[in-house]
C-alpha cells in the first residue's frame, strides 16, 4: 500500500489517497500508469505527484497510441537517479521507455517535445541518442 498526494493545481489543493501497488495512478487515463509502474523502485510508503504531471503523461501516452513502459517516476535523491546528470524523479518526471528501440524512442521523444505540455524534455543526447 502507498499514501500517494496529488497536488491538484486546478484547485489548489492536495489530495490524499491510499492505493494498492496494481492499482491505477489517480488521473492516469485508462489504467495506463499503476501505482507499482510509478513507484519503480523507491522503498518510500508516501508518493507524491501534480495533476498536470499526469495530465502530461496522459496527452503522451494518448498521442503514442499504444503501452509505454515506465522505468522510474518516483525517486527519492538517495534512492538514485542519473548520476552526474540530475535526480529528477519527484514525481512530475518519468523516465519512460525503456526496452523499446531507438526509432520508438525518438517517436515518443519527438512527441513529448512537440506537445508542449512538458516543462522539460530530457534532450537524446545526455541519454547518447540521436
Known sequence: MATVYIFNNNTNAVERYIL?????MPYAFGRTMTVGEFRARSC???????LWAMQAWNNLRS???????IGAAFKRIWEGGHAGQSQHYAGVSFDIGQGLSQAERNTIHGIATRSGVWGYVEPLYLKGQS
Open 20 to 24: 494498492g501497488e496494481n492499482e491505477a
Open 44 to 50: 518510500s510508503p508516501v508518493l507524491w505527484t501534480s
Open 63 to 69: 498521442a503514442y497510441g499504444r503501452s509505454i513502459p
